[in-house]
């Protein structure tokens, strides 16, 4: 009779605890602010320090002057983005579910996505005036162009199987439109969204250079006249929370929108 040793079992491995997302924001937050102030300590290029820019940032909330620069900002950021969003939708579906469309449509969008929309502001000055007309609409086409590509790689990345099925069980081209393209171009859309988010809050600073009297653009472009830094560091540091605010809603929208798609 031969006995067999046995190998002890291996130990289980411990994994480490999963930290939080907030917890390493917080972290990160923390170690940039002290980044920053270790460089204004150095005296970097006349960099201002925290302290500085968060006491300009009170005088500016004290007198006003940077809540009603938000509110036409945001305006301006959120008119040309929604139209943009709402017009680059039904494009990109037209050019995902019919080929003479796509054929049609598709060398102008391409050929505009070619452009910066910056290069786009004198001929919107010229042609729009100088109201908040051409601001807009130089916002709104960075929009649509982000997001209409998404929204046809949306409909174009479509599985066939899932399209062939449903017309097996007799569902009409409307029905597999509505019911299949969809819903799984639903994360591409979201997603072309963000970007143009992203995109119209880049265009913002260009566009507000248009004849504008208020915004963060252009209160930004005022204190580079006077080298003041701290209030350009006021304006960069609204921008950034405005928009990883407004990303932050778009996030959670997707993820309420598309909770069937796994993710890791």
Do not use: H
């Not at 039904?90 to 050019?95: Q, S």
């Amino acid at each position: 009779m031969t006995i067999t040793a046995r190998r002890p079992a291996a130990p289980a491995r411990r994994t480490a605890p999963k930290v939080p997302a907030t917890v390493l924001g917080a972290v990160a937050v923390v170690l940039g602010v002290g980044a920053w102030s270790g460089l204004a300590a150095a005296g970097v290029q006349g960099l201002p320090g925290p302290m500085e820019v968060l006491v300009r940032g009170g005088e500016l909330i004290a007198d006003g002057t940077l809540l009603t620069d938000v509110l036409a900002s945001l305006r301006r950021v959120m008119i040309g983005f929604l139209l943009g969003s709402a017009a680059a939708v039904p494009v990109g579906f037209l050019m995902g579910w019919y080929g003479t469309a796509r054929g049609l449509i598709e060398p102008y969008v391409q050929f505009f996505r070619t452009i910066p929309p910056l290069a786009i502001i004198p001929l919107a000055v010229v042609l729009l005036g100088i109201d908040e007309t051409p601001k807009i609409f130089v916002i709104f086409l960075a929009a649509f162009l982000s997001c209409v590509i998404s929204t046809f790689q949306g409909v174009v990345s479509t599985d066939a199987t899932l399209i062939n099925a449903a017309r097996v069980l007799g569902a009409r081209d409307r029905v597999v439109f509505a019911r299949v393209v969809v819903p799984a171009s639903a994360p591409f859309i979201l997603v072309g969204m963000r970007i143009g988010l992203g995109s119209a809050w880049a265009t913002l600073v260009a566009a507000e250079l248009i004849a504008a009297q208020q915004g963060l653009g252009f209160r930004m472009q005022q204190a580079q006249i006077y080298y003041d830094l701290p209030t350009i560091f006021v304006a960069l540091i609204t921008i950034g929370v405005l928009g990883l605010v407004m990303d932050r809603l778009l996030l959670l929208a997707e993820r309420k929108l598309t909770g069937w798609q796994e993710r890791r």
